[in-house]
């Protein structure tokens, strides 16, 4: 037993060495990943329940020179441990907004939706840097909705009131993204002048064999209706999660079983 628990150690000492380097290489690699142009972006669709398209979510890509491709699941949280996180959403930023403007010409009501940490979204330069953006661009600030992770949110409440506020005024839109895995709060939703809640797919995955799930979503949508908001669910996954969601006609629909996310430049190809 004694040999079992040696060898039980020695498995997590190596596998965490392994997983710290891993780490501090993707960290390293990260900084360069903008100037060596690793980085593009995606856009997976959203439609509304007769599955006509409402818009598409940016999805930041790297493609590594060794690695391959890396998820954002796995470098956004490193990038968030450092600054890093603002050079990439700033990146992201002004390049979705490239993309908008060439949408906007064609398709003046799609929108789309981008991805910005909690960390630094009330902060006063990035505030700026999205107000400027916004000016050279030839763009409707109605089409641009930014989606900010909720459980960030609580931690300046009084800095994340005031710049949505700051948004809601350049009129772009804000949604709380995975919405009901973070601190919940009915404080956000009172004082918070957003417009769309993201149920996460963490939901939907299970709501069609588990009544909780379900619950939850009945209530997010109840909680929708309350303080009209648009409601967006995500990891559509199956005939089952499109099925289940029919039963709320206002909300919008994002998952693998409608679109699977593309590169930019495909995905505007083929609307025209
Ligand atoms: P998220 O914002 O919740 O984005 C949705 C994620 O779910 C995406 O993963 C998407 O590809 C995936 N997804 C979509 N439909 C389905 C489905 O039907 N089933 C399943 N299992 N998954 C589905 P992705 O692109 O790997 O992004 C992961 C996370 O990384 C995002 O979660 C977001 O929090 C973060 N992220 C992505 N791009 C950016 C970015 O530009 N900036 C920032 N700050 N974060 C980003
Ligand atoms: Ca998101
Ligand atoms: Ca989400
Ligand atoms: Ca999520």
Not at 13 to 42: C, H, M, P, V, W
Not at 63 to 77: A, D, M, N, R, V
Not at 95 to 100: D, G, P, S, T, V
Not at 199 to 228: Q, W, Y
């Amino acid at each position: 037993a004694k040999e079992k628990g040696g060898n039980r150690v020695t498995f997590f000492d190596t596998s965490f060495g392994e997983q710290a380097k891993r780490r501090f290489e993707i960290e390293q690699d990260l900084r360069k990943a903008i100037s060596n142009n690793e980085l593009s972006l995606y856009l997976q669709s959203q439609f509304d329940r007769s599955q006509t398209l409402k818009g598409a979510e940016v999805l930041l890509r790297w493609e590594h020179p060794q690695k391959g491709f890396i998820s954002p699941g796995e470098f956004i949280s490193i990038a968030e441990e450092s600054d890093i996180i603002y050079d990439l959403d700033c990146w992201v930023t002004s390049n979705a907004l490239e993309i908008l403007t060439q949408l906007s010409k064609t398709h003046p009501k799609l929108n789309l939706s981008i991805n910005v940490s909690g960390r630094h979204f009330h902060e006063a330069r990035f505030l700026s840097f999205i107000s400027q953006q916004i000016k050279q661009h030839s763009i409707n600030p109605q089409q641009l909705t930014i989606e900010i992770i909720e459980g960030t949110l609580l931690n300046h409440m009084e800095a994340a009131i005031e710049a949505v506020h700051f948004l809601k005024k350049l009129g772009i839109r804000v949604s709380i993204d995975d919405f009901g895995t973070g601190y919940s709060s009915l404080t956000y939703l009172k004082q918070l002048p957003i417009q769309e809640l993201k149920i996460d797919r963490s939901f939907v995955l299970e709501a069609p064999t588990d009544n909780n799930d379900k619950l939850i979503i009945d209530m997010i949508v109840s909680l929708g209706r309350l303080f009209e908001l648009e409601i967006v669910a995500e990891g559509v996954e199956n005939q089952s999660h499109f099925d289940l969601l029919q039963e709320y006609p206002e909300v919008i629909l994002q998952g693998y079983y409608l679109h699977r996310p593309e590169p930019a430049s495909d995905w505007l190809e083929k609307l025209n």
